[in-house]
């Protein structure tokens, strides 16, 4: 049977499209080792996966390999998922990775899932359980590493927000074997001591491998088992792991952590003055208040005041005795004028007088004035008294009637 | 200036009550002025707390015989 040739091109692209219809090599999941790996200056990645009896041709674009957040090296177990074609060029055929995972992260995920699911079952997530953050840390105490990212991060942040705080670091190696223990003996130490008031725990970001230390059962009962409030800030915002839910506090990020336990320290300033401000003008409002009600109370009192009342009275008394000497001073006066116009009146009718005008006053023997002549006889005797002396003088002669009638 | 046992948090707690006290206005005179005393007290109290010197940083590390000793430590950017 003859066929006809075909080309080396038409083939390759033949093989291709074979592939693409096939459901397994359109979408495969492949474990092995990674070879020969190549970052390419482009910005794909070009390597093998191999295990012990094959190997095959991988290459991952730029555009899926960014998302990957670890480093692919020789050596490293990987599980690839992609699909496998031809790069007819070659004849090569090759698989195209669209994700890697590092091998065993299916163990590492069951793992925590068990331990989450034990712990939580003792009860170690109980908010109940948790202790209270203290509102003001004094001194606060930071268990990680002293070289990464994250303890720059919380120092920085504490600076800037609270920077009365004392800040004691302890160490610690935050991946690998010896992680949780060295984890466990900072906590531990930081908590005998006295004057922590809090302490943050947790490392930047990483692989799932890398957070793995805070997936760790005895640090978790270390936690658990803490007297000072622990926060945890292990990754990003979206890495759980087991100290998160049992650290009393569980931040997302190690910049975040510092905020949280820290308050702003201008802002309490800022509060207490008014708080202060606040004080003062109550107690002042209060007090003018009492004075108020005080100086109503003394003008009431004044009122009633048995002195202002006797005051009164003073004054009237003063009134009537003013009125009286007014009177008194009337009446004198009065009478005065009285007593001169009779003097002057008695003077006018006063006999001396008459003695001036030429007229005698005639006295009886006995000195009594005789006014008219009915009594009178022949040789009585009679005093006859004039302005400038008297005459003794004997009656001869009575003409009995009117003297001026005749 | 810590002769009031408390906490800030506590201080600023027991200032707060005294100026709702207050600004009740059913404080005889004598308990407005010891509220008002007391309450100037906290603010001294707090206020000493807020102007504490710039905390230390420092680190524990272990010496060649594994005590641990602290050690100023020097944040570099």
């Known amino acids: 049977m003859s066929t006809k040739p075909l080309k080396v091109s038409e083939v390759n692209n033949y ?37 012990e009896k094959g190997k095959i041709k991988c290459v991952m674009f730029k555009s899926d390999n960014q998302l990957v957040n670890f480093q692919l ?46 712990l939580e079952a003792e009860g170690l997530f109980e908010p109940s359980n948790k202790k209270d953050i203290p509102y003001m840390p004094r001194k606060i105490g930071v268990v990680t590493s002293s070289t990464g990212a994250a303890v720059r991060d919380i120092i920085t942040v504490i600076k800037r927000r609270f920077p009365i705080a004392d800040i004691l670091i302890y160490p610690v190696l ?16 930081l908590d005998s001591k006295e004057d922590i008031d809090v302490i943050i725990t947790g490392r930047g970001g990483g692989s799932i491998e890398e957070l793995f230390a805070f997936n760790d059962e005895l640090l978790a009962r270390t936690i658990y088992n803490m007297e000072t409030p622990v926060v945890s800030a ?14 009393d506090l569980r931040a997302p990020t190690p910049s975040a952590a510092a905020e949280i336990i820290t308050p702003e320290l201008n802002k309490l300033k800022e509060d207490l003055n008014n708080k202060l401000i606040k ?23 004044n009122y009633y005041n048995p002195i202002n009342q006797l005051k009164d009275k003073y004054q009237l008394l003063d009134d009537l005795f003013r009125n009286l000497l007014f009177s008194m001073d009337r009446h004198i006066i009065d009478n005065k004028n009285k007593i001169e116009n009779l003097h002057s009146k ?16 005639t006295l009886d023997k006995d000195g009594n004035l005789i006014s008219n002549i009915k009594d009178m006889s022949i040789n009585d005797n009679i005093s006859l008294i004039f302005k400038d002396g008297m005459i003794e003088a004997k009656v001869v002669k009575i003409n009995r009637g009117e003297f001026y009638n005749e | 200036m810590n002769k009031l046992d408390l906490s800030y948090e506590e201080a600023v707690k027991e200032l707060e009550q005294i100026l709702k006290d207050l600004e009740s206005g059913e404080l005889s005179l004598k308990d407005s002025l010891d509220k008002f005393k007391r309450g100037v007290d906290l603010y001294n ?33």
């Not at chain 1, 693409?20 to 070009?46: P, Q, R, T």
């Not at chain 2, 504490?52 to 602290?70: A, F, Y």
């Open chain 1, 73 to 118: 090296e020789d050596g490293l177990k990987v599980v690839i998922t992609g699909y496998i074609s031809v790069y007819e060029r070659e004849g090569d055929y090759q698989l195209y990775a669209k994700k890697v995972e590092k091998s065993g992260i299916g163990d590492l995920f069951q793992a925590f899932e068990e331990l989450k699911r034990k």
């Open chain 1, 346 to 361: 008695i003077n006018y009718l006063s006999p001396i007088s008459s003695l001036d005008r030429g007229y005698t006053i």
């Open chain 1, 234 to 247: 292990v990754g990003h915002e979206t890495d759980f792991t087991i100290a998160d839910f049992v650290a």
């Open chain 1, 174 to 189: 935050v991946q690998g074997v010896q992680a949780p223990k060295e984890i466990c003996e900072g906590l531990l130490y």
């Open chain 2, 45 to 77: 109290y707090c206020n000493e707390i807020l102007k504490h010197i710039e905390g230390e940083v420092k680190i524990l590390l272990k010496d060649k015989n594994g005590n641990l000793n602290e050690e100023v430590f020097d944040l570099e950017v």
């Open chain 1, 279 to 301: 004080l003062n003008r109550i107690y002042f409002y209060l007090m003018e208040n009492h004075n108020k009600e005080l100086e109503y109370f003394r003008k009431d009192l």
């Open chain 1, 15 to 51: 093989i291709k499209k074979v592939f693409a219809g096939d459901w397994l090599l359109s979408n495969i999941k492949v474990e092995g080792e990674i070879s020969n790996f190549k970052h390419h200056y482009s910005g794909h990645m070009y390597f093998s996966l191999k295990d």
